[in-house]
């Protein structure tokens, strides 16, 4: 099993609408998770960090299920700006130093007018 | 935003050729990373340097050489490079007990012929 894997997409929805990206992490033990995002040639900027059960920011929200080791990032009422790459980000301290993000290959996501 | 800054942009190189990529952050940041950036393959840590010290290197070959003077700057310095080196390369840094939280720069999109 990878050690962060996300579903590739891409997901083409409509404006307006609700969407969910989720990614699920191998190492029970990690204890930090982010979401980034990433637009097309550019670099990944941090959108949300997630440390206990959940963390909502606006339109979005990111949900932690530990037991089955996976977090998600909802996006409400999505934008033509909202178009482009998120990266789940994992950091599995196992004994390594702080700041060994562990990253998915990203959901891309469209969305349409 | 300059907030981390690369330079080159974009480089070609052949395989016996010799140069460097250049990172330098104006954060006040004291932990700076290297990561490579393949297409289809999630992002992956290289380097990690805290307070100029490098606390990890995640199997890289050695035709990479890391080097940081100080904990603004930071280079990646290549030579005899393979064609399946052509990748983005990003630079990150994060705040002190923040390591998780990372800034990326815009990369440096590398071609090796």
């Known amino acids: 099993r990878k050690e962060v894997e996300q579903d590739p997409g891409p997901f083409n929805v409509p404006e307006g609408a609700t969407v969910a990206f989720n990614c699920t992490y191998s190492n029970s033990a990690s204890q930090s998770f982010f979401w980034y995002r990433q637009d097309c040639r550019k670099e990944p900027k941090l959108l949300m960090s997630v440390y206990s059960s959940g963390n909502e920011d606006g339109r979005f929200t990111a949900q932690l299920n530990r037991a089955s080791q996976y977090i998600s990032l909802l996006i409400r009422d999505s934008k033509l700006s909202d178009s482009a790459t998120y990266l789940c980000a994992v950091n599995p301290i196992y004994g390594g130093s702080q700041g060994n993000l562990i990253f998915g290959k990203g959901t891309k996501l469209s969305v349409k007018p | 935003e300059t907030g981390v800054t690369q330079t080159p942009r974009h480089l070609v190189m052949g395989m016996t050729n010799k140069k460097s990529l250049k990172c330098e952050q104006h954060l006040g940041h004291n932990a700076m990373y290297w990561y490579k950036q393949s297409a289809k393959k999630p992002l992956e840590l290289m380097f990690v340097y805290n307070f100029k010290e490098q606390t990890e290197n995640n199997s890289v070959p050695s035709r990479f050489s890391p080097e940081c003077p100080n904990s603004s700057h930071l280079f990646l310095h290549l030579h005899t490079l393979q064609p399946e080196d052509s990748a983005l390369y990003l630079c990150?840094?994060?705040?002190?007990?923040?390591?998780?939280?990372?800034?990326f720069g815009p990369g440096t999109r590398l071609t090796v012929l």
């Open positions: 990150a840094s994060s705040p002190w007990g923040e390591e998780d939280t990372q800034y």
